[in-house]
């Protein structure tokens, strides 16, 4: 016989520890689902604080918690899937409203409130 001809045998032993085996791998996947849902569960949880925060104009805050949620999807289902859409959309604006108000620390006057002022002057001297 040449070792192409040689059939496998399988023991037993080797079909019990197969089992095993395949109980091990069953309870792992138990596990990574049971961690695939706590961390949807808390990327939700974060996606509703955020979106919160968007809206009472909590900004800082808001950005904080959708960049994680932001990371967590990603982390679930991928760079390009479409569950990023909308944690990206609101993370996005809550970024650019941070900005804006950032940038409103030092207010100046828009051209409009400038020339209602110059208005106001001019009537000011006709009157008199």
Do not use: W
């Amino acid at each position: 016989m040449s070792t192409d001809e040689q059939t496998p045998v399988v023991s037993n032993d080797e079909g019990g520890a197969a089992a095993k085996e395949s109980t091990t791998t069953l309870g792992e996947t138990g596990v990574v689902d049971e961690m695939h849902a706590l961390k949807l569960l808390d990327a939700k949880e974060l996606y509703c604080y955020g979106s919160r925060n968007f809206l009472v104009k909590n900004y800082s805050d808001a950005a904080d918690q959708l960049s994680q949620v932001c990371a967590l999807y990603e982390e679930l289902y991928g760079e390009q899937s479409d569950e990023l859409g909308m944690p990206y959309l609101l993370y996005a604006k809550s970024l650019i409203a941070l900005a804006l108000d950032e940038n409103k620390v030092i207010d100046v006057p828009d051209e409009e409130e400038l020339d209602d002022d110059d208005d106001d002057d001019d009537e000011d001297e006709n009157t008199k």
